[in-house]
């Protein structure tokens, strides 16, 4: 079985499928995410103090693609790579993927800062553990999901600064 992913991973037309399969979870990923996020951005979240430091609503939607797809060629990198360490780094992936969707949930969906700030924390170690363990199959992995880890922390400040401001 290891001699077929190996063989796989050379061929140019399976690594073309599997960086579009990459491409597709994450920006699935980032539309279930949109739709608690949208239902909520009209009326509450507009509603809510925010600091003062808070970007501006266009930020978010170019910063969000950016860092998507950079996640999605980071997990296609380690996938490509393979080795020690590789299936280690992709369950990774999928759990900040999943961590990351349901942030939205919580904070938008639910309307619940608080709890959400206890969520983004989780995505932060997650995303954190998967950069090192990404880090250590393909330093270029590693190196995409720097700025994801940079921007969910400032995410993380700004959320609790909101739950704060809201409490």
Known sequence: ???????????????????GLFYLVCFLAAGLG??????SLGSWYTALAKPSW????????????LLYAMMAVAGWLVWRRGGPGARTALQLFAVQLALNVGWSAVFFGLQMPGLAFAEILALWVAIAATLKTSWRVSRPAGILLVPYLLWVSFAAVLNFAIWRLNA
């Open 54 to 65: 808070n970007p501006p609503s266009w930020v978010f939607g170019p910063v969000w693609t």
């Open 1 to 19: 079985m290891g001699a077929i992913h190996d063989n796989a991973r050379r061929n140019p037309a399976w690594q073309a499928l599997v960086l």
């Open 34 to 39: 949109s739709l608690f996020t949208m239902v």
